[in-house]
Protein backbone atom coordinates (compact mmCIF):
# COMPACT_ATOMS: atom_id res chain seq x y z
CA UNK A 1 0.00 0.00 0.00
CA UNK A 2 1.34 3.31 -1.10
CA UNK A 3 0.39 6.96 -0.19
CA UNK A 4 -0.36 7.45 -4.21
CA UNK A 5 -3.01 4.97 -4.10
CA UNK A 6 -5.03 6.59 -1.02
CA UNK A 7 -5.42 9.53 -3.28
CA UNK A 8 -3.41 12.27 -2.36
CA UNK A 9 -2.19 15.14 -4.37
CA UNK A 10 1.39 14.97 -6.42
CA UNK A 11 2.50 18.27 -4.35
CA UNK A 12 1.68 16.59 -1.27
CA UNK A 13 3.32 12.79 -2.09
CA UNK A 14 6.34 14.69 -3.29
CA UNK A 15 7.12 16.07 0.74
CA UNK A 16 5.87 12.91 2.17
CA UNK A 17 8.14 10.96 0.02
CA UNK A 18 11.14 14.11 0.46
CA UNK A 19 10.39 13.72 4.41
CA UNK A 20 11.31 9.37 4.18
CA UNK A 21 7.74 7.85 4.53
CA UNK A 22 7.45 4.97 1.86
CA UNK A 23 4.65 3.60 3.31
CA UNK A 24 1.66 4.64 5.29
CA UNK A 25 1.56 4.13 9.08
CA UNK A 26 -1.66 1.91 9.84
CA UNK A 27 -3.74 4.80 11.36
CA UNK A 28 -2.52 6.89 8.09
CA UNK A 29 -3.70 4.24 5.68
CA UNK A 30 -7.30 3.75 7.79
CA UNK A 31 -8.01 7.61 8.48
CA UNK A 32 -6.63 9.38 5.17
CA UNK A 33 -9.27 8.02 2.76
CA UNK A 34 -12.48 8.65 4.69
CA UNK A 35 -11.41 12.30 5.19
CA UNK A 36 -10.90 12.87 1.92
CA UNK A 37 -14.29 12.01 1.99
CA UNK A 38 -15.02 15.12 4.34
CA UNK A 39 -16.30 12.13 7.09
CA UNK A 40 -15.99 12.67 10.79
CA UNK A 41 -13.47 10.69 12.55
CA UNK A 42 -13.11 9.36 16.31
CA UNK A 43 -9.50 7.89 15.85
CA UNK A 44 -8.22 6.05 18.97
CA UNK A 45 -4.53 6.59 18.15
CA UNK A 46 -1.35 7.37 20.05
CA UNK A 47 1.21 9.48 19.86
CA UNK A 48 4.45 7.41 17.74
CA UNK A 49 1.36 5.95 15.22
CA UNK A 50 1.79 8.57 12.26
CA UNK A 51 -1.70 10.52 13.47
CA UNK A 52 0.01 13.77 12.63
CA UNK A 53 0.34 13.02 9.67
CA UNK A 54 -3.14 11.10 9.47
CA UNK A 55 -5.23 13.80 9.52
CA UNK A 56 -3.03 16.80 8.43
CA UNK A 57 -2.26 15.10 4.90
CA UNK A 58 -6.23 14.58 4.51
CA UNK A 59 -7.14 18.02 5.32
CA UNK A 60 -4.11 19.74 3.43
CA UNK A 61 -5.96 17.97 0.22
CA UNK A 62 -9.46 19.17 1.53
CA UNK A 63 -8.30 22.96 1.69
CA UNK A 64 -6.49 22.64 -1.68
CA UNK A 65 -9.67 21.35 -3.29
CA UNK A 66 -11.97 24.48 -2.87
CA UNK A 67 -8.51 27.37 -2.59
CA UNK A 68 -9.17 30.30 -4.01
CA UNK A 69 -5.50 31.78 -4.77
CA UNK A 70 -7.05 35.92 -3.71
CA UNK A 71 -4.54 36.60 -0.97
CA UNK A 72 -7.56 39.53 0.03
CA UNK A 73 -10.30 36.82 0.72
CA UNK A 74 -8.07 34.44 3.21
CA UNK A 75 -9.87 33.26 5.80
CA UNK A 76 -9.26 30.58 8.35
CA UNK A 77 -10.83 27.54 7.23
CA UNK A 78 -9.29 24.83 9.20
CA UNK A 79 -8.42 24.85 13.22
CA UNK A 80 -6.57 22.16 14.97
CA UNK A 81 -6.53 22.30 19.07
CA UNK A 82 -3.68 20.84 20.82
CA UNK A 83 -3.58 20.33 24.54
CA UNK A 84 0.49 21.60 24.92
CA UNK A 85 2.42 24.21 23.42
CA UNK A 86 4.98 21.71 22.47
CA UNK A 87 2.63 19.57 20.43
CA UNK A 88 1.20 22.71 18.95
CA UNK A 89 4.42 23.71 17.43
CA UNK A 90 5.09 19.68 16.34
CA UNK A 91 1.79 19.88 14.22
CA UNK A 92 2.52 23.83 12.87
CA UNK A 93 6.25 22.02 11.60
CA UNK A 94 4.29 18.85 10.45
CA UNK A 95 1.72 21.15 8.05
CA UNK A 96 5.14 22.81 7.27
CA UNK A 97 6.81 20.19 6.38
CA UNK A 98 3.46 18.56 4.26
CA UNK A 99 2.28 21.25 3.01
CA UNK A 100 5.76 22.89 1.57
CA UNK A 101 4.79 22.53 -2.33
CA UNK A 102 1.13 23.61 -1.49
CA UNK A 103 0.19 27.64 -1.21
CA UNK A 104 -1.89 27.57 1.86
CA UNK A 105 -0.77 29.31 4.85
CA UNK A 106 -0.58 28.57 8.38
CA UNK A 107 0.25 29.30 11.95
CA UNK A 108 0.29 28.17 15.19
CA UNK A 109 -0.55 29.97 18.88
CA UNK A 110 -0.07 29.04 22.19
CA UNK A 111 0.60 31.32 25.66
CA UNK A 112 4.20 31.57 27.39
CA UNK A 113 5.24 33.85 24.39
CA UNK A 114 3.96 37.48 23.35
CA UNK A 115 1.15 38.20 21.70
CA UNK A 116 1.54 40.37 19.31
CA UNK A 117 3.73 38.53 16.41
CA UNK A 118 0.77 36.22 16.46
CA UNK A 119 -1.46 38.81 16.07
CA UNK A 120 0.71 40.34 13.15
CA UNK A 121 0.66 36.67 11.70
CA UNK A 122 -2.96 36.22 12.28
CA UNK A 123 -3.69 39.24 10.08
CA UNK A 124 -1.45 39.03 7.13
CA UNK A 125 -4.08 36.35 6.61
CA UNK A 126 -3.61 32.43 7.18
CA UNK A 127 -5.76 28.95 6.32
CA UNK A 128 -5.05 26.97 8.86
CA UNK A 129 -4.65 27.56 12.55
CA UNK A 130 -3.16 25.24 14.83
CA UNK A 131 -3.95 26.36 18.83
CA UNK A 132 -3.60 25.61 22.16
CA UNK A 133 -7.42 26.62 23.52
CA UNK A 134 -5.92 29.26 26.63
CA UNK A 135 -4.01 31.31 24.21
CA UNK A 136 -6.76 30.70 21.45
CA UNK A 137 -9.17 32.39 24.00
CA UNK A 138 -7.37 35.38 24.37
CA UNK A 139 -7.29 36.10 20.82
CA UNK A 140 -10.99 35.40 20.58
CA UNK A 141 -11.15 38.01 23.46
CA UNK A 142 -9.22 40.35 21.40
CA UNK A 143 -11.06 39.70 18.26
CA UNK A 144 -7.95 39.40 16.38
CA UNK A 145 -8.74 35.78 15.12
CA UNK A 146 -12.16 34.59 13.39
CA UNK A 147 -13.36 31.24 13.71
CA UNK A 148 -16.73 31.80 11.95
CA UNK A 149 -15.70 30.43 8.39
CA UNK A 150 -13.97 27.11 9.42
CA UNK A 151 -14.59 23.94 7.37
CA UNK A 152 -12.35 21.43 9.45
CA UNK A 153 -11.80 21.21 12.85
CA UNK A 154 -8.98 18.85 14.57
CA UNK A 155 -9.10 17.76 18.50
CA UNK A 156 -5.46 16.56 18.80
CA UNK A 157 -5.17 14.54 21.91
CA UNK A 158 -8.75 15.11 23.30
CA UNK A 159 -7.94 13.21 26.36
CA UNK A 160 -5.58 14.95 27.56
CA UNK A 161 -7.33 18.50 26.49
CA UNK A 162 -9.97 17.20 29.28
CA UNK A 163 -7.23 15.91 31.47
CA UNK A 164 -5.76 19.75 32.00
CA UNK A 165 -9.15 20.89 32.39
CA UNK A 166 -9.36 22.36 29.13
CA UNK A 167 -13.59 21.59 28.11
CA UNK A 168 -14.93 24.89 29.22
CA UNK A 169 -12.22 26.58 27.03
CA UNK A 170 -13.10 23.94 24.36
CA UNK A 171 -16.95 24.84 24.64
CA UNK A 172 -16.39 27.98 24.30
CA UNK A 173 -14.53 27.94 20.87
CA UNK A 174 -16.99 25.30 19.49
CA UNK A 175 -19.21 27.82 19.71
CA UNK A 176 -18.30 30.31 17.44
CA UNK A 177 -17.58 27.52 14.82
CA UNK A 178 -19.61 26.53 12.31
CA UNK A 179 -21.58 23.64 12.73
CA UNK A 180 -21.29 22.92 9.32
CA UNK A 181 -18.23 21.20 9.55
CA UNK A 182 -15.88 17.93 9.06
CA UNK A 183 -14.47 17.50 12.68
CA UNK A 184 -12.05 14.86 13.37
CA UNK A 185 -11.03 14.23 16.61
CA UNK A 186 -7.90 11.94 17.74
CA UNK A 187 -7.51 10.18 21.72
CA UNK A 188 -5.12 8.08 23.06
CA UNK A 189 -7.92 6.79 25.20
CA UNK A 190 -11.98 7.13 25.04
CA UNK A 191 -12.58 8.02 28.51
CA UNK A 192 -17.11 8.62 29.19
CA UNK A 193 -16.34 12.15 28.99
CA UNK A 194 -14.54 11.73 25.55
CA UNK A 195 -17.40 9.79 24.62
CA UNK A 196 -19.87 12.26 25.58
CA UNK A 197 -18.09 15.35 23.41
CA UNK A 198 -17.92 13.24 20.82
CA UNK A 199 -21.78 12.48 21.03
CA UNK A 200 -22.27 15.89 20.86
CA UNK A 201 -19.64 17.15 18.14
CA UNK A 202 -19.17 14.25 15.79
CA UNK A 203 -22.19 13.32 12.92
CA UNK A 204 -21.73 10.27 11.99
CA UNK A 205 -17.98 9.37 12.78
CA UNK A 206 -16.06 6.43 11.40
CA UNK A 207 -14.16 5.03 14.79
CA UNK A 208 -10.91 4.33 13.69
CA UNK A 209 -8.50 2.37 16.28
CA UNK A 210 -5.06 1.24 15.31
CA UNK A 211 -4.05 -0.04 18.34
CA UNK A 212 -6.16 -1.45 21.60
CA UNK A 213 -6.37 1.55 23.22
CA UNK A 214 -4.52 1.56 26.64
CA UNK A 215 -2.15 -1.19 25.41
CA UNK A 216 0.93 -0.50 26.21
CA UNK A 217 3.45 -0.38 23.01
CA UNK A 218 4.54 -3.82 21.79
CA UNK A 219 7.82 -2.58 20.90
CA UNK A 220 8.68 -1.45 23.72
CA UNK A 221 10.67 -3.04 26.38
CA UNK A 222 9.10 -2.71 29.59
CA UNK A 223 11.16 -3.00 33.40
CA UNK A 224 10.43 -2.20 36.84
CA UNK A 225 13.59 -2.44 39.35
CA UNK A 226 12.43 -2.23 42.59
CA UNK A 227 14.86 0.48 44.64
CA UNK A 228 14.58 2.55 47.92
CA UNK A 229 13.08 6.06 47.17
CA UNK A 230 16.54 7.76 48.86
CA UNK A 231 18.47 5.88 46.29
CA UNK A 232 16.47 6.23 43.25
CA UNK A 233 18.62 9.27 41.78
CA UNK A 234 21.72 6.90 42.77
CA UNK A 235 20.40 4.24 40.33
CA UNK A 236 19.87 6.32 37.85
CA UNK A 237 23.29 8.24 37.14
CA UNK A 238 24.25 4.61 37.34
CA UNK A 239 22.22 3.28 34.68
CA UNK A 240 23.00 6.26 32.28
CA UNK A 241 26.30 5.99 33.25
CA UNK A 242 27.05 2.33 33.37
CA UNK A 243 25.27 1.66 29.72
CA UNK A 244 26.72 4.73 28.12
CA UNK A 245 22.73 6.08 27.54
CA UNK A 246 23.11 9.27 25.25
CA UNK A 247 19.34 10.37 25.05
CA UNK A 248 16.65 9.62 28.03
CA UNK A 249 13.94 10.93 28.84
CA UNK A 250 13.05 10.77 32.57
CA UNK A 251 10.03 11.40 34.07
CA UNK A 252 8.62 13.08 37.47
CA UNK A 253 5.67 13.79 39.05
CA UNK A 254 6.52 17.35 40.17
CA UNK A 255 7.77 20.96 38.47
CA UNK A 256 9.91 20.90 42.04
CA UNK A 257 10.93 17.33 41.72
CA UNK A 258 11.89 17.45 38.07
CA UNK A 259 14.13 20.33 38.46
CA UNK A 260 15.59 19.14 41.70
CA UNK A 261 16.47 15.88 39.43
CA UNK A 262 17.73 17.85 37.02
CA UNK A 263 20.58 19.74 39.17
CA UNK A 264 21.23 16.46 40.90
CA UNK A 265 22.49 14.90 37.59
CA UNK A 266 24.37 17.70 36.41
CA UNK A 267 26.11 17.04 39.95
CA UNK A 268 26.61 13.66 39.02
CA UNK A 269 28.49 14.98 35.65
CA UNK A 270 25.32 13.87 33.13
CA UNK A 271 24.37 16.69 31.13
CA UNK A 272 20.31 17.25 31.81
CA UNK A 273 17.56 20.12 31.89
CA UNK A 274 14.00 20.16 33.09
CA UNK A 275 11.17 20.96 31.01
CA UNK A 276 7.73 21.35 33.04
CA UNK A 277 5.08 24.14 32.88
CA UNK A 278 6.79 27.22 35.07
CA UNK A 279 9.84 26.96 32.26
CA UNK A 280 9.22 30.03 30.03
CA UNK A 281 8.57 28.96 26.62
CA UNK A 282 12.11 29.88 25.49
CA UNK A 283 13.73 27.80 28.46
CA UNK A 284 11.72 24.81 26.72
CA UNK A 285 12.56 25.07 23.09
CA UNK A 286 15.91 25.40 24.27
CA UNK A 287 16.14 22.15 26.49
CA UNK A 288 14.18 20.09 23.72
CA UNK A 289 16.33 21.08 20.71
CA UNK A 290 19.12 20.78 23.29
CA UNK A 291 18.11 17.65 24.06
CA UNK A 292 17.40 16.35 20.60
CA UNK A 293 20.83 17.35 19.07
CA UNK A 294 22.61 15.65 21.79
CA UNK A 295 23.85 18.37 23.67
CA UNK A 296 21.89 17.04 26.77
CA UNK A 297 21.89 13.65 27.79
CA UNK A 298 18.70 13.73 29.93
CA UNK A 299 15.69 15.69 29.96
CA UNK A 300 13.69 15.50 33.07
CA UNK A 301 9.93 16.22 32.58
CA UNK A 302 7.00 16.27 33.78
CA UNK A 303 3.68 14.84 32.13
CA UNK A 304 2.18 17.62 31.04
CA UNK A 305 5.39 19.13 29.53
CA UNK A 306 6.44 15.77 27.63
CA UNK A 307 2.87 14.98 26.23
CA UNK A 308 3.24 14.75 22.67
CA UNK A 309 6.74 15.31 22.54
CA UNK A 310 7.97 13.97 18.94
CA UNK A 311 11.52 12.61 19.56
CA UNK A 312 12.86 10.45 16.36
CA UNK A 313 13.85 7.09 17.80
CA UNK A 314 14.33 7.99 21.48
CA UNK A 315 15.62 4.79 23.14
CA UNK A 316 15.25 5.72 26.52
CA UNK A 317 12.27 6.80 28.93
CA UNK A 318 12.72 6.22 32.56
CA UNK A 319 9.62 6.44 35.19
CA UNK A 320 11.73 7.74 38.40
CA UNK A 321 8.55 8.18 39.46
CA UNK A 322 5.47 6.49 38.51
CA UNK A 323 2.57 8.73 37.35
CA UNK A 324 -1.00 9.35 39.72
CA UNK A 325 -2.49 8.57 36.87
CA UNK A 326 -2.28 4.96 34.87
CA UNK A 327 -3.06 6.19 32.00
CA UNK A 328 -0.13 8.67 32.20
CA UNK A 329 2.16 5.67 32.00
CA UNK A 330 0.72 4.13 28.53
CA UNK A 331 1.39 8.09 27.50
CA UNK A 332 4.94 8.25 28.85
CA UNK A 333 6.91 5.17 27.20
CA UNK A 334 4.71 5.71 24.00
CA UNK A 335 7.61 8.53 23.93
CA UNK A 336 10.07 5.87 23.03
CA UNK A 337 9.35 2.35 20.43
CA UNK A 338 7.85 4.78 18.00
CA UNK A 339 7.58 4.54 13.99
CA UNK A 340 9.03 1.07 14.40
CA UNK A 341 12.02 1.79 16.31
CA UNK A 342 12.69 -0.75 19.75
CA UNK A 343 12.61 1.58 23.04
CA UNK A 344 13.33 0.79 26.48
CA UNK A 345 11.10 2.12 29.24
CA UNK A 346 11.94 1.56 32.67
CA UNK A 347 10.55 2.37 35.96
CA UNK A 348 12.20 2.89 39.44
CA UNK A 349 9.62 1.95 41.88
CA UNK A 350 9.65 2.49 45.38
CA UNK A 351 7.62 0.54 48.13
CA UNK A 352 5.66 3.72 48.42
CA UNK A 353 4.32 2.95 44.52
CA UNK A 354 3.43 -0.51 44.53
CA UNK A 355 -0.22 0.82 44.14
CA UNK A 356 0.39 2.97 41.43
CA UNK A 357 1.87 0.17 40.16
CA UNK A 358 -1.02 -2.64 40.43
CA UNK A 359 -3.03 0.14 38.45
CA UNK A 360 -0.88 0.73 35.70
CA UNK A 361 -0.47 -3.25 35.45
CA UNK A 362 -4.29 -3.72 35.55
CA UNK A 363 -4.79 -1.11 32.89
CA UNK A 364 -2.05 -2.62 30.18
CA UNK A 365 -3.30 -6.17 31.19
CA UNK A 366 0.20 -7.68 32.07
CA UNK A 367 2.75 -8.06 35.02
CA UNK A 368 5.99 -5.48 34.20
CA UNK A 369 8.99 -7.64 34.63
CA UNK A 370 10.36 -6.58 37.81
CA UNK A 371 14.38 -6.78 38.48
CA UNK A 372 16.77 -5.53 41.41
CA UNK A 373 19.78 -3.85 40.37
CA UNK A 374 22.40 -5.51 42.32
CA UNK A 375 23.52 -3.32 45.07
CA UNK A 376 20.36 -1.51 44.81
CA UNK A 377 18.01 -3.91 46.16
CA UNK A 378 15.28 -2.28 48.29
CA UNK A 379 15.87 -2.74 51.95
CA UNK A 380 12.70 -4.81 52.83
CA UNK A 381 12.43 -3.59 56.56
CA UNK A 382 11.17 -0.25 54.68
CA UNK A 383 7.44 0.14 55.18
CA UNK A 384 5.52 2.12 52.61
CA UNK A 385 4.63 5.93 52.99
CA UNK A 386 1.57 7.67 51.84
CA UNK A 387 2.71 9.24 48.38
CA UNK A 388 1.14 12.86 48.18
CA UNK A 389 -0.45 12.34 45.44
CA UNK A 390 -3.16 15.24 45.85
CA UNK A 391 -3.70 15.76 42.13
CA UNK A 392 -3.65 12.35 41.19
CA UNK A 393 -6.78 11.44 43.62
CA UNK A 394 -8.54 14.80 42.44
CA UNK A 395 -8.35 13.48 39.21
CA UNK A 396 -8.91 9.84 39.67
CA UNK A 397 -12.07 10.69 42.00
CA UNK A 398 -13.48 13.12 38.93
CA UNK A 399 -12.74 9.97 36.73
CA UNK A 400 -14.48 7.03 38.08
CA UNK A 401 -15.94 7.32 41.38
CA UNK A 402 -15.35 4.59 43.86
CA UNK A 403 -16.73 3.67 47.16
CA UNK A 404 -13.70 1.79 48.22
CA UNK A 405 -11.61 3.12 50.49
CA UNK A 406 -7.52 2.74 50.42
CA UNK A 407 -5.87 3.26 53.67
CA UNK A 408 -2.45 3.96 52.53
CA UNK A 409 0.52 1.06 53.39
CA UNK A 410 -2.13 -1.15 54.42
CA UNK A 411 -2.83 -3.41 51.31
CA UNK A 412 1.18 -3.75 50.56
CA UNK A 413 2.91 -4.34 53.68
CA UNK A 414 4.33 -7.50 52.11
CA UNK A 415 6.81 -6.50 49.19
CA UNK A 416 6.05 -8.30 46.25
CA UNK A 417 9.73 -7.96 45.21
CA UNK A 418 10.32 -10.59 48.17
CA UNK A 419 11.33 -13.45 46.39
CA UNK A 420 11.77 -11.75 42.99
CA UNK A 421 15.20 -12.33 41.26
CA UNK A 422 17.89 -10.08 42.15
CA UNK A 423 20.97 -10.55 39.82
CA UNK A 424 23.61 -12.38 41.20
CA UNK A 425 25.68 -10.80 38.53
CA UNK A 426 28.25 -8.70 40.60
CA UNK A 427 29.31 -6.25 37.68
CA UNK A 428 26.53 -3.85 37.63
CA UNK A 429 26.48 -3.14 33.92
CA UNK A 430 26.30 -6.88 33.32
CA UNK A 431 24.14 -7.25 35.91
CA UNK A 432 21.78 -4.47 34.27
CA UNK A 433 22.42 -6.21 30.59
CA UNK A 434 21.35 -9.49 31.90
CA UNK A 435 18.35 -7.80 33.40
CA UNK A 436 16.97 -6.61 30.22
CA UNK A 437 17.72 -9.60 28.72
CA UNK A 438 15.18 -11.45 31.57
CA UNK A 439 12.42 -9.15 30.41
P1 LIG B 1 3.00 11.06 15.30
O1 LIG B 1 2.24 9.87 15.85
O2 LIG B 1 2.20 11.84 14.37
O3 LIG B 1 3.58 11.88 16.44
O4 LIG B 1 4.25 10.50 14.45
C1 LIG B 1 5.28 9.77 15.04
C2 LIG B 1 6.52 9.73 14.18
O5 LIG B 1 6.31 8.90 13.05
C3 LIG B 1 6.95 11.07 13.64
O6 LIG B 1 8.33 11.19 13.86
C4 LIG B 1 6.66 11.01 12.15
O7 LIG B 1 7.59 11.78 11.41
C5 LIG B 1 6.80 9.53 11.86
N1 LIG B 1 5.95 9.06 10.74
C6 LIG B 1 4.69 9.43 10.47
N2 LIG B 1 4.21 8.78 9.40
C7 LIG B 1 5.19 7.95 8.96
C8 LIG B 1 5.30 7.02 7.88
N3 LIG B 1 4.30 6.77 7.06
N4 LIG B 1 6.46 6.35 7.75
C9 LIG B 1 7.49 6.57 8.61
N5 LIG B 1 7.45 7.44 9.65
C10 LIG B 1 6.32 8.12 9.83
Given at each position: MSFKSLGLRTEILRAVSEKGYCTPTPIQFEAIPPVLEGRDIMGGAQTGTGKTASFTLPLLQRLMATYKPDEDSRTIRALMLTPTRELAAQVGQSIDIYGKYLPLKSSVIYGGVKINPQIQKLRNGIDILVATPGRLLDHISQKTVDLSQIEILVLDEADRMLDMGFIRDIRKVLALIPKQKQTLLFSATFSDEIKKLSNNLLQSPILIEV????????RVTQIVHPVDKNRKRELLSYLIGSNNWKQVLVFNRTKHGANRLSEQLITDGITSAAIHGNKSQGARTRALSDFKSGKIRVLVATDIAA?????????HVVNYELPNLPEDYVHRIG?????GNEGEAMSLVCVDELKLLKDIERLIKRDIPKLSVVDFEPDPSIKPQPLNNKRGKQQQAKRKPSGKKTVPGKNHS??????RSSSQNHSGNRAHNNLQKAS
Open positions: AQHNTASERGLDIDQLPRTGRARSPYKG
